[in-house]
């Protein structure tokens, strides 16, 4: 304290020694005086009128009157206060600011909060950074002596992700078990915190996890998320799209965290060479895709079952007939079948080529391991089925292999 009241007084100090420094070392000053000016401009001027009668520019009388003119102007001149600006008393001004000066200061001093006021502030963080430590500790320390509490296990879990120590939260949210089955929250959480302890790669555990959350809630924001970024890191442009466009359906649309995500699916669109979506397309869209579209369920033969893991790629495709562009796209998991579908203008692959725009279309599913829009040999398939645009209750059975 004693330091800041020092280094305040001589701060001070500095600022009143500028600010009155003009006062006490005042710079010498060589002035001509005004009169002095006047006289040697009058004088040249006589002399250049002498010269000029002289070389019989003017006459006599000319150069008579015009000297009389000068000589009258020259003594009205010389004959007023001399002009040397002169510096008045500097006491009051001096007194003013040594007075100014630390008022002000100690006002704003007194304001904006003393010296003790902001260390006691530093302090209290301090102190709440600590309390914050002991507590996860304590907690911690109950965990060891009472292994078997899973929800406290995931709290500690939460707690080391909250202070930044992913390697402590990934341990805890391990001991944590079962009891992060049926919460798609927590389970994203833990994906969160494994991925980044792989050095953001999502193989393996974090996928699982990222799986399960999904399993537990469909519509999980920080599930999906996780899930299209998994899907983008290995290149499956399209998949991750589709998890992306769920999640941002989810979200309001002029949050800033719906122009991130849709800054991710048009980074998306561009590496997988689709076509971006245009922005006035998109209110006719969901205009008419209430009315204008195809509905139904999709079916896994169970005899094909064993050939199907859970993360499989279901894609429910309608196309115009004899075209080979979707005009809707409908992705999810093949651990969702059976499977709702509406195939409308939302799911559309352009702007061009709406299903609303049509009498009739084509719709298939297929059930592929890549998610990629080109078939591959072990896709699961269903036959290509022709129906009018508004059928709802379509059931499309996927029942064969793709050689």
């Not at 089955?181 to 980044?196: F, R």
């Not at 590496?271 to 195809?294: C, D, G, W, Y």
């Not at 075209?323 to 998991?333: C, D, Q």
Request: glycine residues 4%.
């Amino acid at each position: 304290m004693i330091t800041f009241y020092v280094a305040a007084v001589i701060l001070m100090l500095l600022v009143l020694a500028a600010l009155l420094r003009p006062f006490f070392w005042k710079a010498p000053a060589h002035h001509a005086s005004r009169r002095q000016l006047n006289a040697a401009i009058y004088k040249e001027e006589l002399a250049k009128l002498d010269k000029e009668q002289s070389e019989g520019i003017i006459d006599a009388s000319t150069h008579d009157q015009s000297h009389a003119e000068i000589r009258q102007r020259l003594f009205q001149d010389t004959s007023e206060e001399d002009g040397i600006a002169t510096l008045g008393s500097p006491k009051k001004t001096i007194i003013t600011l040594c007075i100014f000066i630390p008022t002000v200061a100690v006002l704003m001093y007194l304001w904006l909060g003393s010296a003790e006021q902001i260390a006691q502030t530093g302090t209290h963080q301090k102190v709440a950074q600590q309390d914050v430590e002991k507590m996860v500790s304590a907690l911690a320390a109950k965990m060891e002596a009472d292994p078997s509490n899973l929800k406290g296990w995931a709290m500690l879990a939460r707690s080391y992700k909250v202070l930044g120590r992913p390697i402590e939260a990934e341990k805890a949210y391990d001991r944590a078990g079962a009891y992060l089955d049926s919460d798609a929250q927590l389970l994203s959480d833990y994906a969160d915190v494994s991925a980044s302890n792989a050095n953001g790669s999502f193989e393996g555990k974090p996928q699982v996890l990222i799986n399960k959350a999904l399993k537990a809630d469909p519509n999980n924001m920080m599930a999906l998320w996780l899930a299209g970024t998994a899907e983008y890191d290995r290149g499956n442009y399209i998949h991750a799209i589709g998890f992306w466009e769920h999640l941002s359906k989810l979200i309001p649309p002029e949050s800033e965290d719906a122009k991130m995500i849709q800054g991710s699916i048009m980074e998306a669109r561009g590496r997988a060479n689709l076509p971006p979506v245009s922005e006035k397309s998109q209110p006719l869209a969901k205009s008419v895709s209430s009315t204008k579209n195809i509905s139904g369920l999709v079916e896994l033969n169970p005899e094909l079952k064993s050939r199907v893991k859970p993360d499989d790629i279901v894609m429910v495709i309608a196309r115009a007939p004899g075209a080979r562009m979707p005009v809707a796209l409908m992705r999810a998991r093949a651990a969702d079948l059976p499977l709702r579908f509406v195939l409308n203008d939302d799911l559309a692959m352009t702007p061009d080529a709406l299903i609303s725009n049509l009498s009739e279309a084509t719709v298939e599913v297929r059930v592929s391991k890549s998610g990629q829009a080109k078939a591959e040999p072990g896709d699961l398939y269903s036959n290509i089925q022709t129906v009018k645009v508004g059928t709802a209750n379509l059931k499309v059975i996927v029942d064969q292999v793709r050689p």
